[in-house]
Structures are given as structure tokens and as C-alpha cells.
């Protein structure tokens, strides 16, 4: 968890698949921006990669990349924002999102955290590394994250609860070159992209379990909002 939230029970059927693929489609169309083919845009050929694997529909997946790319004669206007707080219990949160109207965002989150704090810029962010982040499923049985890690150039590596899954964890300037090398030594790349990682994260098992439910419900409840990509939260198990 301390790399990046994720809701318990992971994607929690159709609803769950759909926000999947309109988050997606809002990276996909941030990254055409700097062009709309994935072989001379390698953000972008990270996030179709990811969008493929999760069996985005083929029809959903390309209109993303030409409006994004301007292609369609629609603009464009996500705008990139970061919220940052914490949790109850003093738990640290970073919360990003696209947004096509800020007015409407702010606010939002403005109530989201009443049950935590919300902070000011930079009032969590320093305690988070930015990171690259590289979840990938081994190839073959015996593949050795470890060895993977350290051939592949990663800095570090998290060993999923879900058998067989790995997060790498990466420079943010290496993540394109870990993502094309790990295939090669036995992992699969599920999805490759930029992130934050807690340097000091709370544990989790020094938390009641009523503490601990009342930072998950917290946690859910900003993920159900349309605007937010991704929730870093400062929680290790």
C-alpha cells in the first residue's frame, strides 16, 4: 500500500472496469499530446501498453489517442492537479488528479478531506520520493524478482500479495528503459508509470482495526471521485 492505494477486492466488477478505462483514457490523451504515435512517444506507448493488457476496447483506446492528439478537432483541457494531506490518523496522502475544471475539483476535495486534514503544497510531498513504478507478473515459474531487479536496472522491488505480481520500483528517469528490459528477464509488464513512493510510511499493524477501517474508508471514498487518477497513501502493511 505504500507505493499506491488500491481499493480492497482490487477491480470491483464492471463499474470498477469502467472507471479503470476512463482513467486510462484520460492518461492516454494527456500523453498524445506530444504525438499520437506510441512508437516515437514512449509515455504514451507505456500507457496503450497498459490499456491493452486490461483488454481496453480497441474503439475507446484510439479515439483517445486522436483527441489527445488533436486529431478530432476537440480540444483537450485536463489540467494536471495534486492534492496533498493526510489521512486520519495522521496517515500522508497524495491525491492526483485530472481535471477539466478546476472550480468544480477544488471544492470536492475540499470536503473529501474533512475527515483527514488537507495540507498545503508541499506539506506532505516532501516525505514521498517520486518515483517510477512498474507492476509486472513473472513469465515463467522460478522467475527471480531480485535478479530481475538489479539486471533491469530497477532501484527496488515490492512482492505482491497476488502470487506471481511485483511491483519495481525505479528512477523517474529509467522507467521506460526497466519497463522494455524486464521481459527479458522473465516479467510481463502489467503497467509502467510515474508515481510516489512514502519514505516513512505509518504501519499498518500499529493501527487498531477500527483505525485502519476508518483510513480505508476515507481512501475509498476519494477514489470514487471522477477527477482522481491516483491515490498515494503513506500506509505500509
Not at 478505462?21 to 490523451?29: E, H, N, P, T, V
Not at 512508437?39 to 483506446?61: F, G, H, I, W
Not at 512514502?198 to 480505508?216: C, F, H
Amino acid at each position: 500500500m505504500g507505493a499506491q492505494w488500491k481499493a480492497k477486492g482490487k477491480e470491483l466488477a464492471a463499474n470498477a472496469k469502467g472507471k479503470l478505462f476512463g482513467r486510462l483514457a484520460k492518461d492516454i490523451m494527456l500523453a498524445a499530446r506530444n504525438g499520437a504515435d506510441p512508437a516515437t512517444n514512449s509515455r504514451l506507448r507505456l500507457v496503450v501498453e497498459q490499456a491493452r493488457k486490461v483488454s481496453m476496447p480497441k474503439d475507446t483506446l484510439e479515439r483517445a489517442i486522436k483527441k489527445g492528439a488533436g486529431l478530432t478537432g476537440e480540444a483537450v483541457n485536463f489540467e494536471h492537479v495534486i492534492y496533498e494531506g493526510f489521512a486520519p490518523h495522521r496517515v500522508p496522502v497524495m491525491v492526483e488528479c485530472l481535471t477539466d475544471n478546476l472550480n468544480r475539483t477544488a471544492p470536492e476535495m475540499r470536503v473529501l478531506f474533512r475527515k483527514g486534514q488537507l495540507g498545503t503544497s508541499g506539506s506532505v510531498s516532501w516525505d514521498f520520493d517520486h518515483v517510477g513504478l512498474i507492476e509486472a507478473e513473472s513469465a515463467a515459474a522460478g522467475a527471480d524478482a531480485e535478479l530481475a531487479a538489479i539486471e533491469a536496472g530497477a532501484q527496488d522491488f515490492e512482492v505482491s500479495e497476488d502470487a506471481g505480481h511485483t511491483l519495481f520500483i525505479t528512477d523517474a528517469t529509467d522507467l521506460d528503459l526497466v519497463s522494455r528490459a524486464l521481459p527479458t528477464h522473465g516479467f510481463n509488464v502489467v503497467s509502467a508509470k510515474l508515481g510516489y513512493r512514502p519514505k516513512n510510511p505509518v504501519s499498518a499493524a500499529g493501527l487498531s482495526t477500527e483505525a485502519l477501517e476508518e483510513v480505508e474508508a476515507f481512501l475509498a471514498a476519494i477514489d470514487a471521485n471522477d477527477d482522481v487518477q491516483n491515490i498515494y497513501a503513506g500506509l505500509a502493511a
